[in-house]
């Protein structure tokens, strides 16, 4: 899932941009950030970008390659682990990916 969200964020990404990635320990979880300064997307494709091969742009998807399944999958591995996943975006301002994960005992 990892692997995906960075890929998604250099695909999607803008020529010389950037993808951070952060961590945040609380006390039971660990939270991960994948962010980009890439593309974005509007607010209404948000809802159903983890839905199966939904695809936001599918003129360029053609270019890029994929099935449409990545944040499917991803999101069903974290529902696996009892989390979420969560999403922001603007357009021309890139996109947040968040998710938590319990720590181990």
Known sequence: MFINLVDNSIKYGKPQGETNISFDAGADVVTTYVSDNGIG??????PRLFERFYRVDKSRSRD????????????????????????????DNGTVFSFSLKKSR
């Open 41 to 46: 997307m509007e607010k209404h494709h948000l």
């Open 64 to 91: 890029i390659g994929g099935t449409g399944l990545g944040l499917s999958i991803v999101k069903h591995i974290i529902e696996a682990h009892q989390q979420k996943i969560a999403v922001s975006s603007e357009p």
